[in-house]
């Protein structure tokens, strides 16, 4: 079945960075756009970024644009999301989903997540 799992979350001091990682099995990886989420406290859920299959366009929510980097590497179903600069209202936990990255549309179910706390 289809199955994504998050890693590679964890503390960090404000102006620090993480990578992110997402694997993915139980599907044909290489024909999926992959975004990333995140839900912080008391918040809806949120699309952060988003890369599409084809041709591996990037899209990036406001807040994050500049600071972090989708990228994906199709031999090791895998997607990563390099967290530069993070700033205490990162904080939340992130999620990877397949996603139509037009409209941050999620199909499937979620993994469990990975927690990015970004504090001093």
């Known amino acids: 079945q289809v199955q994504l799992v998050e890693s590679g979350g964890g503390l960090v001091q404000p102006g620090g960075s993480l990578r992110l990682s997402c694997a993915a099995s139980?599907?044909?990886?290489?024909?999926?756009?992959i975004g990333w989420f995140r839900q912080a406290p008391g918040k809806e859920r949120e699309g952060v970024s988003c890369?599409?299959?084809?041709?591996?366009?990037?899209y990036y929510a406001g807040s994050v644009k500049g600071r972090f980097t989708i990228s994906r590497d199709n031999a090791k179903n895998t997607v990563y999301l390099q967290m530069n600069s993070l700033k205490p209202e990162d904080t939340a936990v992130y999620y990877c989903?397949?996603?139509?990255?037009?409209?941050?549309?999620?199909?499937?179910?979620w993994g469990q997540g990975t927690q990015v706390t970004v504090s001093s």
């Open positions: 989903a397949i996603t139509r990255c037009s409209d941050y549309q999620v199909f499937g179910s």
């Open positions: 139980g599907f044909t990886f290489h024909y999926s756009a």
């Open positions: 890369i599409r299959n084809r041709d591996g366009s990037t």
